[in-house]
Each structure stands twice: as C-alpha cells, then as structure tokens.
C-alpha cells in the first residue's frame, strides 16, 4: 500500500466525479490536436502523460509478466479554480467528437467549496431551478368558436404595439390640450424590449450585434424593437447617432457612464427611446451592479470614466438625502427635465411585496412614466448566487397584483407596467410574454433569451457556463477580452436578432388571433388565460382548467 | 350571430313593424332573447308629455310590484300614466311574469324647472334605475328594470321577436314611437340573463351589437373603476359599446365622430396623414383602454333621436342602411331593411365599410356619413 502521506488529501480535496461536469474523453479518437484544451475557458483540460499496463498473453510461451507503453492523454483538472462548468466549447471544437462534458448525477461536491478564500460563490445567469416554469403552464383558452370567423395571423392586420410612457387620464388629456398643458411624452414600441444588459457586461461585438439587429429590425423589418444599455452608459457613437432613438438609457446607482451621456446631450441627433432608472433588479434584489475586475478594460474604463482593471461595484442604494419616495421622485423628475420632458422615464425595480406601494407612489408622480417589475428568474452578470437562487419574488403574481390595483382605481395602463425576469426562460418566449401580457403587463424585457437566440449564449439552469461575471465567456459574448469578443461575428448577431424578433411577431399573431383579438396588444385580457394549477388561478385570479 | 333592426321615422309606428323585420331576418339567432327600445313615445290611450320619465320593467310578483310603487313614491316621483299591456300568454311557453309595466312619472319637485341635460336631473334618473334593479337584484331578481329615461321605453324577454310581440300585443296599436330598435338574440357564453340582452341603455344612450367584443374584460375592467355608477351590469360583453358611447358624450363631452376613434382608432400610419393626426394620436393613446376588437355593428340612438350605425375595424359583420327621407331603417341584413321601408330606392342603401360612421340626423332628411379620415369636427384638435 503506498503511505497515506505521499497521496495529496487536504480538505478541499475533490475527484472528478465531485464535480458538476465530468468529461467522457475517448482516447481511441482523440488525435490530440489540443483544439479543446486552448478552447477551454476554465483550462481544466490538461495533456499528461500516462502509462498504461500491457499484459502479456502468449498462452503458450512461459514468459510472463507485462509491458508498458508511455503515452499523452487528456485529463480534467479537480481543484475548484479549473472545474469544469459544462460550457461544453470542447465538445464544439474537437474533430474527432472525442470528447464531452456531462452532468455529474450523483453528487456535486463543489457546492460545499465554493467558498474559497472566504468569498462567497458569484456567478452570472440566474435563478437555478429547472422544469416548466408557471408562465410555461399558462394556457391560452379563450377561443372564439361561436361567432367569430377566425382571424387569420397570416393575412390580417395585427396591431402589436405597446407604450412606454405615461398615459393621461382621457379627461385630463383633453383638459391639457384646450389649455396647453405639457403632454407626457410616449413611444409606441414592439412589446418584447431587449432588456438591460450593459455596455461592459457584454462585449463591444455583442452590443454591436444587437444594436445592428435592433436598429435592423426597426428600419427594415418594421418592427418597432428598443433595447436598453443596462448602467454603464452608452458609446458616444451611438449617443450622437440616428440609432439613438431604439435606445432605453439605463442610470443606476454608480451613474457610470452619464458624464459621457450629459455631455453628448447638446450632439444628440435625436431622443433616447426612454430613461430607465435602475432601482432593483430581480436576480439581485437589494443588492447593486457589479462589474468585476477582470471586465474593465481599457474602453470600458473610458466609458465609465474609472481606472482600468478595479472592481466597480454599484451601491445597493442610490445614495441621496432624501427618503427614498422622494428620491425616485426627484430623480424621475430630474432626468425627465434632463431631456426636456421630452422622453418617458420610469424605474426599474425588483419583485417584491412592496411594489404596490412602490406603484402607488409613482400614480402621484406625474412624471412617471411606467414601472418595470423584474422577477425572481431575471437574469444577471454577476451576482452571489444566494441572492440570485433564493431572493426575490416571482413576477407573475407581482404584476397581476399591481394591475388589479391600478384597474381598481380605473387607472390601468396609465403607469403601464412592464414585466422581466424569465422570460423565454425555457424558451416559449412569446408564450410567456402574452401571458405576462394577459395578466396585465404592457410590455416584457427579455435579456437572457436574446442572448441565448441570438448569440448562442451556452448557460442554463443546471448551471451550465455562467462564468459571466469573470470574463473568460467562451461565447464572447460577456467578455472584454478581445481574444474572445472576436469569436461573436456581430453581423451574424444582427441576423439572429432579425430573425428572433420576425419569429415572436408571428407566433404573437399566432396567440391572438385564435383569441378574436387584433386591434390592439390584449393588455390584461385575463378572460383569455387558464392554468391547471388551482392554487396559481386563485392567486393570479384566472381561471383554473384542467 | 344576433340580429339587429332599427327604424327611425317622422311619423311614429309600431314595434310590430320591426319585429316583423326581424321575422324576415330569421335565420341568424335562435330565439333565447329579445330587446326592443322605443324612442318618441306615443300612446293611444294617453297624451304623453315628453318631460315625464317612463320607468321600463318587468315585476316578478305582486310584492314586487308594490315594493316598486312604495319605492318611488318615497322618493317624490309621482304616477302618471301606467300603461297596461294585454298580455296573451298563450304565445309562450316561458315563465309566467306578474307585470310588464312601462310607467310615466312627475319627477320630484326639485327636479322639476331643471331642464334634461342637467347632470344632477340626469344623475337622479339613474341612480332611480340603479337603485330598483340592486333592489331586485336583492329579491332574487323579482324586479328588472331596463330603462328610466323620459321618451324611451324598454322591452326585453325571452323568446322569439314575434311571439314577444303577440305576448305583449304590441300590434294592437296602443304603443307606437318614433325610434325603435331590435335585437334578436342569439345566445352568447353569458347565460340567458334579461339584463344580457341588447339593446343597452345608459342616461338616455343605447347601444345594441351583432357579434362578439373580444376585448371584453379589460374595458370592463376599466370601466369599473370609474366613479360614474352606471358603469356597471356586464352581463353581455356588448354593453361595454353603450358605455364607451356615453363616456365619449358625456364624460368626455366630444363630438359622436370620436366613438370611431375610441372605439377603432387608425392605425398610427393612417394618423400621420391625418390632418388632426396629432390630436388623434394623443387620443388614441390615452382611450387605448376602450379599443374594441372582434366582429361587430353597432346600432344606437341618441336622446334627440339621432341615430349611428359603425363597424369594427376589420368590418367583420354585415350591416346596412337604407331609407328615404323621414323613414330610414338599419339592420344586419339587407332583407331586414327591404322589410322595414320597402318603399325606398335599394340602389341608394348603403353599406358602411369600416372607417365610417353612418349618422341618421333627428330631422331625418338624409344620412350623413362620416368618414375617420375626415376632418374632426372639434376646434381643439386643430
Ligand atoms: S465543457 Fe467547457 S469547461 Fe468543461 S472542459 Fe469542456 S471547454 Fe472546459
Ligand atoms: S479536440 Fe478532440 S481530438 Fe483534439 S485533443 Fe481534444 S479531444 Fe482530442
Ligand atoms: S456563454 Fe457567456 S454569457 Fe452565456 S452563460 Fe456562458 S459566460 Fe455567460
């Protein structure tokens, strides 16, 4: 027996299966040609080498005893910093299909070792949970059968847009325009919003891509498509071009990225699509943005007006003097005169039991222009995997609630509320959507979805990739580092974009027409939805179908 | 499909007359309700004054009936002219009503110099209505009350139109009105409810449909939570239409050619050649909430008598006009016109096509159709 001190135990200690990804490599394929070692972003694929045993079998010789042969195998690493995460871009590279990642069924040992050098685990993605999600299980069940002749998504007309802004009172509109009152602004959009990803979460190829998709989308397609920076601010290019108009500016509690945004003001060629202030987001409630070292690069260190390579952490609270309902009223106000109460502003807040009364305050404001509810299942950068699995709420209920309320004071839709966090999370995102829709939603944010449709983004809820947050993306799709970023073909972006946007144009047309509805999105039509789920009908006041 | 049968003329007629219009419509509804509005009231056995309000309904039993007669006497309304309708029950095979009654009453005295189109007179008229139906309601429906208004009188039941009328013997002469409308019925998901059926009346508007409102229950929802009581019943998806009707006139106190608007407004690129584009854009957006959608023609009539017939916007029902001067008849279908005025030229009816708004004017010379692409007649949307 060899001495138990010469094999390296230490607590921390793991074999390959402990880990979440095991990799099947078979030798008898592999040509080592290396591709899926360099591929590898987490480099726990080494060469090594390694003997291997060769009995002799001559029955009728008397020799006895075996021989060895020396050779170069691939094998996975097992210390946390190199374990694999699934991302599987060595299965995508390798020739041979010699190799591949797979789920460790058994036991996943690192959960108890991610805490290395005491930080807590961060991850990018989001919430963890598999299965159909309580959007998937809605049911649209309203179909006009006894009077109607069909509607037919193919050949009639469908108006499909939504607003962002606020939405006078049709008594007070009519009172403003005989005495020439200000008029909120309002942009009529396609209702599935690219949500907020920032400039520095992703790449400059994967901002390029989606903003050539979305301004694509909108000139040639005609689909009125508009995307928001996410905090961090936006290229100066783009802040002084025509394109400017499909953007949702994003300010967030370390404002990076405004100085840039206030001094291109006087160059802007037209309006932003709206102002979004971050107050909340769903995969992280409570807690701020977070871009870690390893994504400030040198452009991103300009755009945000920071030193290169620091941590640059937003605090969880916008930090002001006043009590936070005069904040938002202050910052609403502030930013809406920023741009000449010419561009709708709202705010972004995470799920919560409190969003009612956020609701209630933005109804006093008249400045408000909307407010976006972000759910347990949104997804982020990066974020403590405990804040992104565990805290939060659901958007479903939150929205319904918060509708029911605004419809109670015959108010609905006045502060239109858009919906995000899982949406297309297993992706049946026009399905979700409209059922987000349904429930009272004027429009939903989709982030993840549009990553996973239009950049092959590999992450999912088995935790699979979601090493976003340390900027080793294979995908480059959430990475500074040029190396990577040039694997994203932004033309190609641009395409899948087109095509993922065409796609939920149809299958939303698909939806209503079966529903007798064509003229206008069915906000709130909750006649039109059913779940088999008795205690989420209650909850949700829809009915229960099974 | 339901059917729909109007007839406005100068010189008044029986109900009798678009019944059987709706007898020549037969087809389209398969007789779970019928409901009629009367308009420009004439009786034979009574000078009607048009300043007394007519209380339409029905009483299921006799204590009913006196709740009903204690209610309005306690507050101030005093008895004119009850009309009795000689009711031949052998024509049906539904339930058995105590009393169909349509009664004219002196309004209370406070009420009485105030001229109709006061808010508080017409507040007070329908918070009466409100009132006796909450109060049937509460009795197990043993009192439904369909209209309070002065000039109009309100018949609904289940059942065929012409066995309704030979029930009610409305051929008999004794009830004749300058408007009237009509609705066959064809059943609905709704359940066979009286309140269900067309037409729909609020202070004085009424509104009846052929189709179905898909966006149903968020204008509902809306409406709701409005302050004006009389958004309420919903008992058919349909009566949303009236209401919209009534918070276009009277809420929002805009001209009858914004209904369209709200109801089917252009699409924003229709609007950017629009001359009032921006006006319209602006109202489209805030009256976003009462966008109809589904298949339907909508059939009203105003308090002075005017008259309006539109389509949904993919003019997915039927719906024709057609008349001469001082007769004109709308109906669902073009043989339910030919039944109300056969004397009148048919190459001269019109179809309305789904940006249109047929307006017969209380003089009733001609029609006037309005087109959404014109001109808004309102100077604050120059
Ligand atoms: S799946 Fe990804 S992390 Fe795992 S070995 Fe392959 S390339 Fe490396
Ligand atoms: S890419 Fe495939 S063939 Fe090449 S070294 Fe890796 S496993 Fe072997
Ligand atoms: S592919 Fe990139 S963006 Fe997607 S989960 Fe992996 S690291 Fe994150």
Known sequence: ?546 | MCRLALKTANDPFSPYEVLEAMEAMKEGYDGSGLGLLLRGMEFEDFKYNPRFPILSGIAESKKAWKRLDRFMEDRGYELKYDHKFHTDRSHMDGKDRYRYFLRAYRMPEEFQGKPMGDKDKEDELMETRLALRQDGEKHGGDLSVFSFWPDVAMIKEVGWPLQVGNLLSLHDGQIKSRVCMAQGRQNTNYGINLYACHPFFVQGISTMTNGENTAFVPIRDWLLGQPFKGYMGYQSDSEVFTHILHYTLKQLNLPLQAYKHIITPLSLKELDAHPQGDFLKGLRNVCKRLIIDGPNAVIGTLPDETCLLVMDQKKLRPATVGGRQGAWAIASEMCGVDAMIPDRDPSLDFQPMREHTVIIPPARKELEIWSQYDQFPLSLAA
């Not at chain 1, 009639?156 to 006078?168: A, C, Q, V």
């Not at chain 1, 990066?382 to 109670?408: F, I, K, Q, W």
């Open chain 1, 1 to 546: 027996m060899v001495p138990i001190r010469s094999v390296p135990i230490e607590p921390g200690s793991l074999t390959y299966h402990d880990l979440p990804w095991i990799i099947e490599h078979r030798e008898d394929r592999c040509t080592l040609c290396g591709q899926c070692t360099s591929v590898c972003p987490k480099e726990c694929l080494h060469l090594t080498y390694r003997r291997q045993r060769l009995p002799n079998l001559e029955v009728l010789s008397s020799k006895r005893g075996s021989e060895y042969r020396t050779f170069v195998g691939i094998r996975q690493r097992t210390d946390m910093v190199h374990s694999c995460i699934g991302c599987g871009m060595c299965a995508m590279v390798c020739p041979n299909e010699a190799i591949s990642p797979v789920p460790n069924t058994v036991e996943n040992r690192t959960l108890f070792l991610n805490n290395q050098k005491g930080e807590a685990y961060k991850r990018g993605g989001r919430r963890n949970t598999t299965g159909a999600s309580l959007l998937d299980r809605i049911m649209f069940d309203r179909i006009s059968m006894l009077t109607d002749p069909a509607l037919d998504a193919g050949r009639h007309e469908f108006t499909l847009s939504t607003t962002i802004g606020r939405i006078l009172s049709p008594e007070e509109y009519l009172k403003r325009i005989q005495q020439g009152g200000w008029i909120p602004p309002t942009r009529e959009v396609f209702p599935f919003v690219i949500g907020s990803m920032s400039f520095g979460a992703l790449s400059p190829n994967m901002w390029l891509g989606l903003l050539q998709g979305v301004a694509y989308c909108n000139e040639v397609l005609g689909i009125p498509v508009v995307m928001c920076t996410g905090e961090g601010g936006c290229p100066p290019w783009v802040l002084k071009s025509p394109y400017l108009k499909y953007i949702i500016l994003q300010i967030a509690s370390g404002y990076f990225g405004w100085d840039e945004i206030i001094r291109a003001i006087p160059d802007m060629q037209c309006d932003p699509a709206a102002i979004e202030i971050k107050y909340g987001q769903g995969a992280k409630p409570g807690d701020g943005g977070l871009l870690m070292w390893y994504k400030v690069s040198k452009l991103i260190s300009r755009l945000r007006g920071v030193p290169e390579g620091v941590d640059l952490p937003s605090p969880p609270v916008h930090q002001t003097l006043y009590s936070i309902e005069e904040s938002v009223m202050k910052m609403i106000q502030t930013l809406s005169m920023a741009f000449d109460h010419k561009v709708p502003v709202y705010p972004k807040i995470s799920a919560s039991t409190s969003a009612k009364s956020v609701l209630n305050n933005l109804v006093r404001n008249p400045y408000a222009g909307g407010l976006l509810i972000d759910g347990i299942d949104g997804g982020t950068g990066a974020a403590y995997n405990v804040s992104m699995d565990a805290t939060g709420h659901p958007v479903a209920s939150n929205v319904r609630e918060c509708y029911l309320d605004l419809a109670a004071q015959g108010m609905q839709n006045e502060v239109p509320i858009y919906a995000a966090g899982g949406v297309g999370k297993n992706g049946n995102v026009a399905q979700n959507g409209m059922a987000l829709i349904m429930l009272g939603a004027s429009a939903v944010h989709i982030g993840k979805y549009i990553m996973q449709a239009s950049a092959g983004c590999l992450g999912n809820e088995q935790n699979r990739c979601n090493v976003c947050n340390v900027g080793i993306c294979p995908k480059g799709i959430t990475s500074q580092n040029p190396k990577l970023y040039r694997r994203l073909d932004p033309d190609k972006v641009a395409e899948r974009v087109a095509e993922t946007f065409m796609a939920i144009q149809t299958d939303v047309k698909k939806i209503m027409a079966p529903l007798g509805r064509s003229q206008s999105l069915p906000v709130g039509m909750s006649d039109a939805i059913g779940i088999n789920d008795k205690d989420a009908a209650d909850r949700l006041q829809i009915k229960y179908v099974c």
